[in-house]
C-alpha cells in the first residue's frame, strides 16, 4: 500500500530534511510540501492525505490549531524545536512528536508507529507462567471517555508533570493523572523504579544497575529505588 504524506513547516531546510527521509521510503508518497497551514488546507481539500508532518511554532497559525480545526483528521506527527508542546500534542492523538532536527532512526521509529497504527494492529498479551490476570484491565479518562486498558497489555507508565503517558504494545494513552496515585491501581507485576517511571516487569528484556530495558527503549533507575528494584527482580 502506497501512503500519501503532506508537509507542512515555515523552515525551508526542515522541509528539505523530512523530503530526504521520506525518499528512503517504497511505501511512503509525498503529494506536497508547504509552507502554512493555509497553503496546506489547499492541498487536503482536493487530495485524501494518509500522514502530516506538521510544524508547531508556524506564524499566522500555529499547527495544532491547524490541525484542530480539519474536519477530516489525517493521522499526525507534529515536528518542532519545544518541548512545551508535547501534552498538547499527544491530547490531539499525534502518532508521534518530534523534535528538530530530525534523524532518520528517529523519524523511522514515527514511521513504524504509523504503518501500526495504520493497519489497525491489535496487541495481543502473551501468557507466560510469570504474567499475573492478563485479562486484568482499568478504565482511564480518555477524549471524554472510559477507555479500557488491559494490564499485561501496559509495558510501562511515563510521567509528563500533570499527566501520565501510558505505554501498550503498538499504541500510547495520555491521560491527566499522577504516577503515585496511578501506580495505586496496579498490581503487583508493576514497579515504580524512578521518579517518573513504572515498569511492568513480565515485560523487561534485559537490565543493569541504572536502567532497565523494555524492547529498545532504556529506563532509567532512580537511585532512590535501587534497593527495592534488586529485591523485586530477583
Same mark, same amino acid.
Given at each position: 500500500?502506497?501512503?500519501?504524506?503532506?508537509?507542512?513547516?515555515?523552515?525551508?531546510?526542515?522541509?528539505?530534511?523530512?523530503?530526504?527521509?521520506? %525518499?528512503?521510503?517504497?511505501?511512503?508518497?509525498?503529494?506536497?510540501?508547504?509552507? /502554512?497551514? &493555509?497553503?496546506?488546507?489547499?492541498?487536503?481539500?482536493?487530495?485524501?492525505?494518509?500522514?502530516?508532518?506538521?510544524?508547531?511554532?508556524?506564524?499566522?497559525?500555529?499547527?495544532?490549531?491547524?490541525?484542530?480545526?480539519?474536519?477530516?483528521?489525517?493521522?499526525?506527527?507534529?515536528?518542532?524545536?519545544?518541548?512545551?508542546?508535547?501534552?498538547?500534542?499527544?491530547?490531539?492523538?499525534?502518532?508521534?512528536?518530534?523534535?528538530?532536527?530530525?534523524?532518520?532512526?528517529?523519524?523511522?521509529?514515527?514511521?513504524?508507529?504509523?504503518?501500526? &497504527?495504520?493497519?489497525? %494492529?491489535?496487541?495481543?498479551?502473551?501468557?507466560?507462567?510469570?504474567?499475573?490476570?492478563?485479562?486484568?484491565?482499568?478504565?482511564?479518562?480518555?477524549?471524554?471517555?472510559?477507555?479500557?486498558?488491559?494490564?499485561?497489555?501496559?509495558?510501562?507508565?511515563?510521567?509528563?508533570?500533570?499527566?501520565?503517558?501510558?505505554?501498550?504494545?503498538?499504541?500510547?494513552?495520555?491521560?491527566?493523572?499522577?504516577?503515585?496515585?496511578?501506580?495505586?491501581?496496579?498490581?503487583?507485576?508493576?514497579?515504580?523504579?524512578?521518579?517518573?517511571?513504572?515498569?511492568?516487569?513480565?515485560?523487561?528484556?534485559?537490565?543493569?544497575?541504572?536502567?532497565?530495558?523494555?524492547?529498545?527503549?532504556?529506563?532509567?533507575?532512580?537511585?532512590?529505588?535501587?534497593?527495592?528494584? /534488586?529485591?523485586?527482580?530477583?
Amino acid at each position: 500500500m502506497m501512503y500519501k504524506c503532506l508537509i507542512i513547516d515555515d523552515e525551508e531546510l526542515a522541509r528539505g530534511l523530512i523530503k530526504t527521509h521520506l %525518499s528512503r521510503l517504497e511505501d511512503f508518497q509525498l503529494i506536497a510540501s508547504c509552507s /502554512s497551514a &493555509l497553503e496546506a488546507s489547499v492541498i487536503l481539500q482536493r487530495e485524501p492525505i494518509d500522514l502530516l508532518f506538521l510544524d508547531i511554532e508556524m506564524p499566522v497559525l500555529k499547527g495544532t490549531d491547524f490541525f484542530k480545526n480539519l474536519i477530516h483528521k489525517p493521522r499526525v506527527v507534529f515536528t518542532t524545536a519545544y518541548r512545551d508542546y508535547a501534552i498538547e500534542g499527544f491530547e490531539l492523538n499525534a502518532v508521534d512528536y518530534i523534535l528538530k532536527p530530525i534523524t532518520f532512526q528517529r523519524f523511522f521509529n514515527a514511521i513504524e508507529k504509523f504503518r501500526a &497504527l495504520y493497519g489497525g %494492529s491489535v496487541s495481543i498479551p502473551v501468557t507466560t507462567p510469570n504474567d499475573i490476570g492478563n485479562d486484568t484491565f482499568i478504565y482511564i479518562r480518555k477524549d471524554r471517555k472510559q477507555v479500557k486498558v488491559q494490564l499485561g497489555s501496559i509495558l510501562y507508565i511515563e510521567s509528563l508533570k500533570d499527566y501520565i503517558k501510558i505505554h501498550l504494545e503498538g499504541e500510547n494513552h495520555i491521560t491527566k493523572h499522577s504516577i503515585s496515585s496511578f501506580k495505586e491501581k496496579l498490581d503487583n507485576r508493576f514497579i515504580r523504579v524512578h521518579r517518573s517511571y513504572i515498569i511492568n516487569k513480565n515485560k523487561i528484556t534485559a537490565y543493569t544497575k541504572n536502567d532497565i530495558e523494555i524492547g529498545e527503549i532504556e529506563i532509567p533507575i532512580g537511585e532512590n529505588f535501587r534497593n527495592n528494584i /534488586s529485591t523485586f527482580l530477583t
